[in-house]
Nanobody
Framework: QVQLVESGGGSVQPGGSLRLSCAAS????????MSWYRQAPGKERELVAD????????NYADSVKGRFTISRDNTKNAVYLQMNSLKPEDTAMYYC???????????WGQGTQVTVSS
């Protein structure tokens, strides 16, 4: 059974940093675009960042550009999100997503909570 397991969430003060990890198993990891999404209470889930299968291209939401960095290690079947200069508005459940378009195949992790508060 396909698994995406997030870790690294927690509580941090504004201005702090966290590094999220997502461990993938039981699918051909390198063929999937990997993304981080987040969902705050009462809000829709939104794309935070994504990275191509080879890791050569990344994309970020405007709200996190310059503060967050997505990366992947295809030898470890893992994707990461380094989050710096965290703000209270970054508080959300963060989800790992794997997507392959042809043929369509998509998986989600269970999420890891990030709370930014003083």
């Amino acid at each position: 059974q396909v698994q995406l397991v997030e870790s690294g969430g927690g509580s941090v003060q504004p201005g702090g940093s966290l590094r999220l990890s997502c461990a993938a198993s039981r699918f051909t990891f390198r063929r999937y675009v990997m993304s981080w999404y987040r969902q705050a209470p009462g809000k829709e889930r939104e794309l935070v960042a994504d990275i191509t299968g080879t890791g050569d291209k990344t994309n970020y939401a405007d709200s996190v550009k310059g503060r967050f960095t997505i990366s992947r290690d295809n030898t470890k079947n893992a994707v990461y999100l380094q989050m710096n200069s965290l703000k209270p508005e970054d508080t959300a459940m963060y989800y790992c997503n794997a997507l392959r378009r042809l043929p369509l195949s998509e998986f989600w992790g269970q999420g890891t909570q990030v709370t930014v508060s003083s």
